[in-house]
């Protein structure tokens, strides 16, 4: 048996004991987890010897199984055992955020978390950081950026319009913009700050990490009542906005179950064949970044509409292959080796 499989399982009997008033029995347990008693014996054991008060008492005839009201009560309302254990585990999460002052305030606040868990659940958090780990990419370093996120954290918080320079990577340009901070956004590994900008005369997205300069000014703004940033950026297949485009693309059953797993995008349908493969319906803002996800599926994906999407993969598919076709172009330096490129490729 795996050994996540085995904590998890523990970790949801130590959620039940917790929760319970009078116990459990090993047979309540083994049907709530869906295993074998015995199996539960197993975990039960394995969870007094790390540590955990837990004891057996016969009630109407029936074993039931306990944890110690005092353990119950050490944990300081309103957080219970479980939450404040589920909140320590996120930190692997929260890695991303390294440099910053958000995350500086986590590990302080999981420091006091550490320190607030009985001895028990401390020795039952060293077994799962072994086991457990959450990888998060790809991702940027923002400890240079430190001050400009702190300074639009702090202009959002206060409702000030900021006066930014700012590089636009498609353009390959800076330009001045004054912006109303509405929301630090986090997505796919960057920060972005969403905002109107009076420049455009409407609600823009910017890559925090393009601002090169940032000046807070005294002038006060309001949020719009109607603004939601759910439904701002939940027409995007990811960050870039565009008009509504209705796509519709096939994918090999090879990969079907790949797509099927999860949510893509909120509007989503999918479709499923009689030859295993699957028919995925979206209606997304622009075209931009849903062309890159479809590309990343290779042959085995394929755009049935719109045309003019088919249009563009094609044309991307046929630059590929004329790329690929060509020979490698020789560098200057005869004595380049490419196999040092890959670290893979290393012996």
């Not at 869906?34 to 540590?51: F, K, M, S």
């Not at 959450?134 to 006066?163: C, H, M, T, W």
């Not at 509405?182 to 609600?203: A, P, S």
């Amino acid at each position: 048996m795996a050994r996540g499989d085995q904590l998890g399982r523990q970790w949801k009997i130590i959620q039940t004991l917790i929760s319970s008033k009078i116990g459990k029995s090993a047979a309540d347990l083994a049907q709530d987890l869906e295993c074998n008693p015995r199996t539960i014996y197993r975990d039960l054991e394995a969870l007094q010897v790390a540590g955990f008060p837990i004891y057996t008492d016969r009630v109407d005839g029936k074993n039931l199984w306990s944890l110690l009201d005092t353990v119950k009560h050490q944990i300081p309302v309103p957080f219970s055992l479980t939450e404040l254990m589920a909140l320590y585990f996120s930190r692997d999460m929260l890695k991303v955020f390294k440099d910053t002052a958000f995350y500086d305030s986590l590990v302080s606040l999981f420091e006091k978390v550490k320190t607030t868990l009985p001895p028990e659940s401390r020795k039952y958090l060293e077994n799962v950081e072994n086991t457990l780990h959450v990888g998060v990419k790809p991702y940027k370093k923002y400890g240079k950026f430190k001050g400009i996120l702190n300074q639009v954290n702090d202009a959002a918080v206060n409702r000030k319009s900021i006066e930014i320079v700012y590089f636009t990577m498609s353009r390959k340009k800076e330009s001045r913009r004054r912006v109303n901070p509405y929301r630090i956004w986090f997505f796919n590994g960057t920060f972005y700050l969403i905002g109107f900008c009076h420049k455009r005369n409407e609600v823009r997205i910017f890559a925090l990490d393009r601002i090169k300069m940032l000046h807070q000014t005294k002038e006060i703004f309001e949020i719009p009542e109607d603004f939601n940033l759910e439904k701002f950026v939940g027409s995007s297949f990811g960050v870039y906005q565009g008009e509504p485009v209705y796509i519709k693309v096939w994918f090999h059953a090879d990969i079907a179950g790949y797509i099927k797993e999860k949510i893509w995008h909120e509007s989503q349908q999918i479709h499923p064949q009689d030859d295993g493969s699957i028919i995925f319906e979206a209606e997304v803002a622009g075209t931009d970044e849903i062309r890159f996800w479809i590309m990343t599926w290779g042959s085995r994906a394929e755009v049935l509409a719109p045309e003019s999407l088919r249009e563009e993969i094609r044309a991307e598919a046929e630059a590929m292959v004329n790329r690929y076709g060509a020979p490698i172009v020789a560098e200057k330096s005869t004595s380049y080796d490419r196999s040092q490129d890959h670290p893979l490729q290393q012996r």
